[in-house]
């Protein structure tokens, strides 16, 4: 390592687009290193994008100029984030009223101490931590994971949200918790029609939660589109490969009929220093041909609301009409 | 087949119970646990986070310390004896303790096994590592940061066979990297310099080092990505295969650990709930808590539903309610449940090697000769989840 080398730049993320609408949920699924978190904190406005442009109900999000400080608050008011580990995300000196009372003064949803209390309670009723009254005075250490996150949640949606951005918000969880936590999720989504970013890299629990799926690698969108779509029939190579990989208790059927078959897999995600030129998937995909390094492969529209960034597809198809966005972010970009 | 099965018994653990001694009381961490384990078998250990499976894993290894005790149990370790080639530096160290006092229980005989839990220090080193090796939880950060591969490798052989010179030690450490599928030449590497996928396979190597009859590990692939963890198991899976090594496989993802396993034994408050071959366990699993295991993932394929969880938290280990310690989370519970213990009991005729701590399976109790299939489970499940809706 020599100190006095030229700063070198890491692209986290390159030119992704995705929209988020109110009551749906759209996954962000990849390995870790592929720049699904930088989407996520861009969204929430914790790092700028380098370029492009993120719409909130339509209007332009400034990060410059004039009166960007308030700007910024009035943006963090309708788009919180759940973060992937509880252990960590909340503060062990402070009780779950401390916590979830930050968030209702901050943005002034409760002046006296009396509506603090009253709204605390109704959040933790709301995350179904009951009885709210025995959970309000605890502390973190006195919880279990599943507990602490929803007291995560609680704090995100103490500052009544329109946009919650959950990263990876099941993986630390034991298994048997993290389906309670994803059916709390719905429910929200679906009730309250909140809109959700949700980060994961299970595929599994991807498709059940969310309608919506984009896959990312090292830092570009390769595919996305309705779950169902996606999961059942991907066709980028590196969706496969992700699928392929998954645990899955159906495939366990077939190892025990036929053995493990399972492809090898090789190769890791690429130095976002220095990225693969053309399609950054080519070193590790089966099917590169040579113009897989040459160049970038663009949007290919598969079905209706289904494309890939894969040459194996690249053929014209139709532009499907779109619904009203509540995030919109284009070609927004971020080097570290 | 069941003569044979006896003699390829590799270890058994019987009536195991461990207790952490905290200020405010005994927390019971593993109660009562019976598990065998046949040579070259791949064992699954299930259950949540403070099910006891890592303190089980840990009393075997005799890597206890205090507050941790082990209260009840034997570990009974039966060393492969065969003349000649393959004499190992434990069974030396056995017949050298014998020789000074003939100790009846830990004589290396295949019929009676060596207890573990009796060993002497210089009998437990030679134990470790040349009979069993353990890979730790975030074994990723296990290895040195300031020693290069290659050392850590080496440090291993040398530390458990001091009579092998350097040059054999290097040449076997090349060997082992490349068993695990890293080029000889990354020896000189350090761990910042491997990917985590990498050092795992380090660690495995080095837990393979000495050519152990028994491998643990301990959630060897949580902090791994998705496709990592995917090459991770496929390399234990053939190296066990191809080494013969027998392997416990602790995790709580059940959905990876039925791919890679013989059979399953699932974990509950301490105590051991259901223990299956993986066929039956994927196919029937008995126990309403293995159930509402195998029912918790999302599935990749088939209709998108609804999918209810396992209901409440583990009880608190200090004070384990009476009766079957899942009873006020299970959907199935009835009176006895609350009252009796269920014993591990062997009732399927469709399945022996399958045995279940279920009341639901017990006609002297449940007073009908029908037992609960697993379409009743789900149903059970269900209607608990409207319950707890409504109210």
Same mark, same amino acid.
């Given at each position: 390592?020599?100190?006095?080398?030229?700063?070198?730049?890491?692209?986290?993320?390159?030119?992704?687009?995705?929209?988020?609408?109110?009551?749906?949920?759209?996954?962000?699924?990849?390995?870790?290193?592929?720049?699904?978190?930088?989407?996520?904190?861009?969204?929430?406005?914790? @790092?700028?994008?380098?370029?492009?442009?993120?719409?909130?109900?339509?209007?332009?999000?400034? @990060?410059?100029?004039?009166?960007?400080?308030?700007?910024?608050?009035?943006?963090?008011?309708?788009?919180?984030?759940?973060?992937?580990?509880?252990?960590?995300?909340?503060?062990?000196?402070?009780?779950? %009223?401390?916590?979830?009372?930050?968030?209702?003064?901050?943005?002034?949803?409760?002046?006296?101490?009396?509506?603090?209390?009253?709204?605390?309670?109704?959040?933790?009723?709301?995350?179904?931590?009951?009885?709210?009254?025995?959970?309000?005075?605890?502390?973190?250490?006195?919880?279990?994971?599943?507990?602490?996150?929803?007291?995560?949640?609680?704090?995100?949606?103490?500052?009544?949200?329109?946009?919650?951005?959950?990263?990876?918000?099941?993986?630390?969880?034991?298994?048997?918790? %993290?389906?309670?936590? #994803?059916?709390?999720? &719905?429910?929200?989504?679906?009730?309250?029609? #909140?809109?959700?970013?949700?980060?994961?890299?299970?595929?599994?629990?991807?498709? @059940?939660?969310?309608?919506? &799926?984009?896959?990312? @690698?090292?830092?570009?969108?390769?595919?996305?589109?309705?779950?169902?779509?996606?999961?059942?029939?991907? %066709?980028?190579?590196?969706?496969?490969?992700?699928?392929?990989?998954?645990?899955?208790?159906?495939?366990?059927?077939?190892?025990?009929?036929?053995?493990?078959?399972?492809?090898?897999?090789?190769?890791?995600?690429?130095?976002?220093?220095?990225?693969?030129?053309?399609?950054?998937?080519?070193?590790?995909?089966?099917?590169?041909?040579?113009?897989?390094?040459?160049?970038?492969?663009?949007?290919?529209?598969?079905?209706?609301?289904?494309?890939?960034?894969?040459?194996?597809?690249?053929?014209?198809?139709?532009?499907?009409?779109?619904?009203?966005?509540?995030?919109?972010?284009?070609?927004?970009? %971020?080097?570290? | 087949?069941?003569? =044979?099965?006896?003699?390829?018994?590799?270890?058994?653990?019987?009536?195991?119970? *461990?207790?952490?001694?905290?200020?405010?009381?005994?927390?019971?961490?593993?109660?009562?646990?019976?598990?065998?384990?046949?040579?070259?078998?791949?064992?699954?250990?299930?259950?949540?986070?403070?099910?006891?499976?890592?303190?089980?894993?840990?009393? $075997? +290894?005799?890597?206890?310390?205090?507050?941790?005790?082990?209260?009840?149990? !034997?570990?009974?370790?039966?060393?492969?004896?065969?003349?000649?080639?393959?004499?190992?530096?434990?069974?030396?160290?056995?017949?050298? +303790?014998?020789?000074?006092?003939?100790?009846?229980?830990?004589?290396?005989?295949?019929?009676?096994?060596?207890? $573990?839990?009796?060993?002497?220090?210089?009998?437990?080193?030679?134990?470790?590592?040349?009979?069993?090796?353990?890979?730790? !939880?975030?074994?990723?950060?296990?290895?040195?940061?300031?020693?290069?591969?290659?050392?850590?490798?080496?440090?291993?052989?040398?530390?458990?066979?001091?009579?092998?010179? *350097?040059?054999?030690?290097?040449? /076997?450490?090349?060997?082992?990297?490349?068993?695990?599928?890293?080029?000889?030449?990354?020896?000189?590497?350090?761990?910042?310099?491997?990917?985590?996928?990498?050092? !795992?396979?380090?660690?495995?190597? $080095?837990?393979?080092?000495?050519?152990?009859?028994?491998?643990?590990?301990?959630?060897?692939?949580?902090?791994?990505?998705?496709?990592? =963890?995917?090459?991770?198991?496929?390399?234990?899976?053939?190296?066990?295969?191809?080494?013969?090594?027998?392997? $416990?496989?602790?995790?709580?993802?059940?959905?990876?650990?039925?791919?890679?396993?013989? /059979?399953?034994?699932?974990?509950?408050?301490?105590?051991?709930?259901?223990?299956?071959?993986?066929?039956?366990?994927?196919?029937?699993?008995?126990?309403?808590?293995?159930?509402?295991?195998?029912?918790?993932?999302?599935?990749?394929?088939?209709?998108?539903?609804?999918?209810?969880?396992?209901?409440?938290?583990?009880?608190?280990?200090?004070?384990?309610?009476?009766?079957?310690?899942?009873?006020?989370?299970?959907?199935?519970?009835?009176?006895?449940?609350? =009252?009796?213990?269920?014993?591990?009991?062997?009732?399927? +005729?469709?399945?022996?090697?399958?045995?279940?701590?279920?009341?639901?399976?017990?006609?002297?109790?449940?007073?009908?000769?029908?037992?609960?299939?697993? +379409?009743?489970?789900?149903?059970?499940?269900?209607? !608990?989840?409207? /319950?707890?809706?409504?109210?």
């Amino acid at each position: 390592m020599n100190p006095f080398a030229e700063k070198k730049s890491v692209k986290a993320v390159e030119d992704a687009s995705l929209a988020l609408y109110p009551g749906r949920a759209t996954a962000l699924v990849g390995e870790s290193g592929s720049g699904k978190t930088t989407v996520a904190r861009m969204l929430a406005r914790i @790092y700028d994008p380098t370029t492009g442009v993120i719409r909130f109900r339509g209007q332009e999000v400034k @990060y410059k100029g004039a009166r960007v400080a308030s700007s910024l608050r009035a943006y963090r008011r309708h788009i919180q984030m759940v973060f992937q580990d509880p252990f960590s995300s909340l503060n062990p000196v402070h009780n779950v %009223r401390y916590h979830l009372s930050r968030p209702l003064r901050v943005h002034g949803h409760a002046r006296s101490e009396k509506e603090v209390t009253e709204q605390v309670l109704a959040l933790l009723r709301r995350v179904s931590l009951s009885p709210a009254e025995q959970f309000i005075e605890k502390f973190p250490h006195q919880l279990s994971g599943g507990q602490r996150q929803r007291v995560a949640i609680a704090r995100a949606l103490a500052a009544r949200p329109e946009v919650v951005l959950a990263d990876e918000p099941v993986s630390m969880l034991d298994v048997s918790i %993290r389906l309670d936590i #994803l059916n709390l999720l &719905t429910r929200l989504k679906d009730e309250e029609q #909140l809109a959700f970013l949700f980060i994961t890299h299970d595929i599994a629990s991807a498709r @059940y939660f969310a309608e919506d &799926t984009l896959v990312m @690698y090292a830092g570009q969108m390769v595919e996305g589109g309705p779950s169902d779509d996606v999961i059942q029939s991907p %066709r980028h190579p590196y969706t496969q490969l992700l699928l392929s990989v998954a645990p899955d208790p159906d495939r366990v059927q077939q190892v025990i009929n036929h053995g493990n078959t399972s492809v090898p897999t090789r190769g890791e995600i690429p130095s976002l220093i220095k990225p693969p030129s053309g399609c950054r998937f080519h070193p590790r995909c089966p099917h590169a041909m040579p113009i897989c390094s040459q160049e970038k492969p663009a949007r290919t529209e598969i079905t209706p609301g289904h494309w890939t960034h894969c040459f194996l597809y690249d053929q014209p198809g139709e532009k499907p009409a779109k619904q009203a966005k509540i995030i919109d972010a284009k070609s927004v970009q %971020r080097a570290k | 087949m069941s003569t =044979q099965n006896k003699n390829n018994l590799l270890l058994d653990v019987r009536n195991m119970s *461990v207790d952490y001694y905290a200020a405010n009381g005994a927390v019971h961490a593993v109660r009562d646990v019976n598990l065998s384990l046949k040579r070259g078998e791949i064992v699954g250990l299930a259950g949540e986070s403070g099910s006891g499976k890592s303190t089980l894993a840990y009393a $075997i +290894a005799r890597l206890l310390r205090p507050p941790a005790a082990i209260t009840a149990g !034997q570990v009974l370790y039966y060393p492969s004896i065969q003349e000649g080639e393959r004499r190992t530096a434990f069974t030396a160290a056995l017949e050298q +303790a014998n020789s000074k006092i003939t100790d009846p229980v830990n004589s290396p005989t295949q019929s009676s096994g060596v207890d $573990i839990l009796k060993l002497t220090p210089p009998q437990l080193r030679a134990f470790r590592w040349n009979e069993l090796s353990i890979v730790f !939880q975030s074994a990723m950060n296990a290895l040195n940061p300031v020693m290069d591969i290659g050392t850590q490798i080496i440090d291993v052989l040398r530390a458990h066979q001091p009579e092998r010179s *350097v040059q054999s030690c290097k040449e /076997r450490a090349r060997e082992l990297l490349k068993l695990v599928g890293i080029a000889p030449d990354r020896l000189r590497s350090y761990p910042h310099e491997l990917s985590g996928g990498m050092r !795992q396979r380090v660690i495995i190597a $080095i837990a393979l080092a000495l050519k152990p009859e028994l491998i643990i590990m301990d959630e060897p692939t949580t902090a791994l990505d998705v496709v990592v =963890q995917r090459e991770i198991l496929d390399l234990i899976s053939s190296l066990c295969k191809e080494t013969g090594t027998a392997l $416990i496989f602790i995790t709580h993802d059940l959905s990876l650990l039925l791919e890679l396993v013989d /059979r399953v034994a699932v974990m509950y408050a301490g105590k051991l709930v259901e223990v299956a071959d993986r066929n039956n366990f994927y196919a029937h699993a008995r126990h309403p808590y293995s159930y509402g295991l195998m029912n918790s993932f999302p599935t990749l394929h088939g209709p998108r539903r609804k999918m209810v969880g396992i209901a409440g938290s583990p009880p608190d280990l200090r004070n384990i309610p009476a009766g079957c310690p899942f009873h006020d989370r299970c959907p199935m519970a009835f009176e006895a449940c609350h =009252q009796v213990i269920p014993a591990l009991r062997t009732p399927f +005729a469709d399945a022996p090697e399958q045995i279940a701590a279920c009341h639901l399976y017990d006609p002297k109790i449940t007073r009908t000769t029908q037992m609960p299939g697993p +379409a009743d489970l789900g149903r059970g499940y269900e209607i !608990q989840a409207e /319950r707890s809706v409504a109210r």
